[in-house]
């Protein structure tokens, strides 16, 4: 069900997305009255599962679900209508307008998906605030894997400070460390402040390792059980506090699963803290090494802020969230090209982007996803590679310099390779979904 849930999410995201940034090229396009043939969501060669014809414009539904077009009278695409553009020029074409109306044309669908993400920002924040950790809230300090062991840090460490400035936002700190330029890494251990060197080797392995680097530690205390039913399983009662496994001290819930998986199918003695007494508790693991409790989420232990806007205060913090999301997606481009990192590996494909949806249907993680996805969206698509828009656009830009157009034989060939590049790319970024399944 996890699944189908985040497909529906992932479908029903992009459908949105190509509908907006295809309609962007639309209204140019009528704007400067230009033909539209068709107007398409999804792919349709063959056939299409729904269409209706409207003025000059075939609307409808396409069955191959990796975008969507709209089939512009005169231009080079990727129909590759060559019987059309061996005619006349006719005043309703796109190769027949000003050089200055086709780059509008060209750039619409990715001006109206940046528009639309600061929008959908500007929405979540006013319906549902921003809700964020501060750094100095997360008072047991951090769980650290073995990547961040090897930088220095350790367990209990609170990170104060990325290169001398103050964190504000913990959320905010892997991803700093990934995409800027840290050099240093401030944190708190037994009351004295500890400087770690931080350089791009410890991004290479972040990368390589896939794991959390670092997250909020908490304490490990029980909640429910899987019996829901269940009131006390083998003496273990709700809110008792899991502190240690067979004499070995553990105060933190995120050093559990490791250790608890050293004893899959064994019993174990459990440390366990009850009121003021700390009791041992056999307890026998299930063969994937789980106790079968519930634990407390995170903001039991946490007080995290919430910032609520008005409907006037919220747009410009949503314009402000947006160009922060594209400073850092544009960031995450040299990381993908420097060999050292090894980025390229983790470049994923539709899986990828689906499983960063929830498995449950959250309507504030839908529409944050969204935002996000509409300006990945639109830099994509600015990219100066033929058969995307940025590709035209260096083309139309050759013109307006030069003064003439490159041939249309020409733009042909750079269309087919174009979408060449973006064939391979799209194998690519899948392929690596498809390996990363079976590690």
Request: charge should be neutral.
């Amino acid at each position: 069900m996890d699944i189908l849930i985040k497909a529906v999410q992932l479908l029903l995201s992009l459908s949105i997305l190509v509908i907006f940034h295809e309609f962007g090229h639309f209204f140019f396009a009528k704007l400067f009255k230009t033909r539209v043939e068709k107007f398409y969501l999804f792919f349709d060669p063959w056939f299409s599962l729904f269409k209706f014809k409207k003025g000059d414009t075939e609307y409808g539904v396409g069955w191959l679900p990796l975008g969507g077009y709209v089939k512009i009278s005169g231009m080079i695409d990727e129909s590759m209508d060559k019987e059309q553009l061996a005619k006349e020029p006719q005043p309703w074409e796109f190769r027949s307008k000003p050089t200055w109306q086709r780059l509008f044309i060209m750039l619409g669908g990715v001006l109206v998906n940046f528009l639309l993400a600061f929008a959908i920002y500007w929405l979540v924040l006013y319906t549902w605030g921003d809700t964020y950790l501060p750094a100095q809230n997360v008072k047991y300090g951090v769980i650290a894997d073995s990547v961040a062991n090897n930088v220095g840090i350790q367990n209990g460490d609170k990170i104060i400070a990325l290169s001398g400035e103050k964190v504000e936002d913990f959320g905010d700190i892997r991803l700093s460390l990934l995409l800027d330029d840290t050099e240093s890494i401030t944190v708190e251990r037994d009351g004295r402040q500890i400087v770690l060197p931080f350089d791009v080797s410890v991004k290479a392995a972040m990368i390589k390792s896939e794991g959390f680097f670092i997250e909020p530690a908490y304490p490990f205390v029980i909640a429910g059980f899987t019996d829901v039913s269940a009131s006390e399983v083998d003496g273990l009662k709700i809110n008792d506090q899991v502190v240690g496994i067979n004499g070995k001290n553990l105060p933190y819930f995120g050093q559990y699963p490791a250790e608890l998986n050293k004893f899959a199918g064994q019993e174990v003695n459990l440390s366990v803290l009850r009121n003021q007494d700390t009791l041992i508790i056999k307890r026998k693991l299930s063969e994937n090494g789980k106790i079968g409790v519930a634990v407390k989420a995170p903001a039991y232990f946490f007080d995290l802020e919430v910032k609520k806007y008005g409907i006037f205060e919220a747009m410009p913090a949503g314009v402000s969230k947006g160009l922060k999301k594209i400073t850092d997606y544009l960031k995450q481009f040299p990381l993908i090209f420097n060999p050292e990192t090894e980025a390229y590996k983790s470049v994923g494909g539709f899986i990828a982007i689906g499983k960063i949806f929830p498995g449950y249907w959250d309507w504030q993680a839908f529409w944050s996803m969204t935002a996000l996805l509409s300006i990945m969206l639109a830099v994509v698509n600015i990219l100066p590679i033929p058969a995307l828009d940025g590709g035209h656009v260096v083309f139309l830009l050759y013109e307006m310099v030069i003064g003439r157009k490159p041939s249309d034989k020409f733009l042909e060939y750079a269309q087919v390779g174009g979408m060449l590049i973006l064939l391979t790319l799209l194998i690519f970024a899948n392929g690596n979904d498809v390996i990363k399944l079976f590690r």
